[in-house]
């Protein structure tokens, strides 16, 4: 005789919404490291990347245990981090700009020089790109909203 039993099946599609989220909680935990060491939290500006990485700890816990319903919600919130990690790449770029000010020929540069030099961090000490990390992790979980969510298949034992 035989018996059913249900199980979870490893889909490759299931397999793929796994290893984005766990892309993602990588990313997560990654930014919120660095964001430490670099004692991030002098102003109330550089609070904005800790409130969005709570954002996406709250929307990785609704693609991992919530309903399949949540998948809106969750991309709304992968958008609000986007927008913050843009401001963020914005702000860093700012900083070092302004920094180019203490550089004797800098006003000798042409703009775009300038603004290039800033983007580069070839001038001012804000890493203009480590708001990405941000933003990667709210691609991938806007990725994994994509994906369906696996379900319990009855498997004969």
Known sequence: MA????????????????GL???TAIGIAGA????AFERHWQTFTQLIPW?????????????AFGPA?????VRVLA???LLASAYGVFMHVSVNHGMGGMIPDWDTLSPLT??????????????PLAPGM????????????????RRLHEVKA
């Not at 409130?51 to 693609?63: E, N, T, W």
């Not at 319903?69 to 919600?73: M, S």
């Not at 300038?114 to 890493?127: D, M, R």
């Open 114 to 127: 300038q603004w290039w030099y800033a983007l580069t961090k070839s001038v001012g000490a804000a890493p």
């Open 134 to 149: 941000l933003a990667q992790s709210a691609l991938l979980l806007l990725l994994a909203t994509l994906v369906p969510r």
């Open 21 to 23: 989220l766990a892309l």
């Open 69 to 73: 319903r949540t998948a809106a919600v």
């Open 3 to 18: 018996s059913t039993s249900l199980r979870t099946a490893i889909t490759p599609t299931s397999a793929v919404r796994l």
């Open 51 to 63: 409130v969005a990485l709570g954002v996406l700890v709250v929307a990785l816990a609704l693609v």
């Open 79 to 81: 958008g609000v981090v």
């Open 32 to 35: 919120a490291l660095e964001l």
